[in-house]
């Protein structure tokens, strides 16, 4: 099976500004979860899609929003960019039908805001 | 909400040699903890990961223990080899959460020399 894929990689974006990330899960999946990783904060929770529906979310501001498609690819947006959300972004995925399942992670999107 | 402690922050061992990392956490409600590797430029990757139901499990040179009691787990490598060499993340999730939110502790880097 294929893995995690996630678009683009790599991201440029001045403060203000808004960007669009996208994640496809594994075949099968239908769990898609978004974490924000930086040296400072480490790995954090931002929300969790299944069928569609948020079924968590995470302490961050609604500047950070996501949705997910009816064939569980899943993007987040983030909208008036700021310094503090230069992070690497990765969604992980599973089969989200008890949780606690085995979550995979993508290669993420490195995102620098200037 | 979750807390995860990870401990060392970085370890250095020498080819061979065996490596200890531990986490603590917060919610005697978590039930699943996992362990993830992470290498330079890549997303995290499941190395091993325990329920709550079980105080011990291994895979070839890895084990984790957990003792429920005192709130902790720990990784255990054996034999360690270059290649061993990342980013290690512990993380814990609880069974009152019905999705796959996972809080994470924050890191150690293990270097193994040759």
């Known amino acids: 099976k294929a893995g995690v894929t996630q678009t683009p990689r790599y991201l440029i974006k001045t403060r203000g500004q808004q960007v669009t990330l996208s994640c496809s899960p594994i075949?099968?999946?239908?769990?898609v979860s978004w974490y924000q990783q930086t040296p400072g904060q480490g790995l954090q929770f931002l929300f969790e899609y299944f069928s569609e529906t948020q079924r968590n979310k995470g302490n961050f501001p609604g500047r950070f929003s996501g949705r997910q498609f009816s064939n569980s690819r899943s993007e987040m947006n983030v909208s008036t960019l700021e310094l503090g959300d230069s992070a690497l972004y990765l969604c992980a995925s599973s089969s989200g039908t008890s949780g606690g399942e085995t979550q995979y992670f993508g290669p993420g999107t490195r995102l620098l805001v200037l | 909400g979750e807390n995860v402690e990870q401990h060392p922050s970085t370890l250095s061992v020498q080819e061979g040699d065996s490596a200890v990392i531990k986490c603590t956490y917060s919610d005697s409600a978590s039930n699943y903890f996992p362990w993830y590797k992470q290498e330079l430029g890549k997303g995290p990757q499941l190395i091993i990961d325990i329920r709550s139901n079980v105080g011990e499990k291994k895979d070839q040179r890895i084990a984790v223990t957990l003792n429920k009691t005192a709130k902790h787990f720990s990784l255990h490598i054996t034999e360690t080899q270059p290649e061993d060499s990342a980013v290690y993340f512990c993380a814990a999730k609880s069974w009152n959460n019905a999705g796959n939110m996972l809080t994470f502790g924050g890191g150690t880097r293990l270097m193994v020399k040759p």
């Open positions: 075949s099968g999946h239908r769990s």
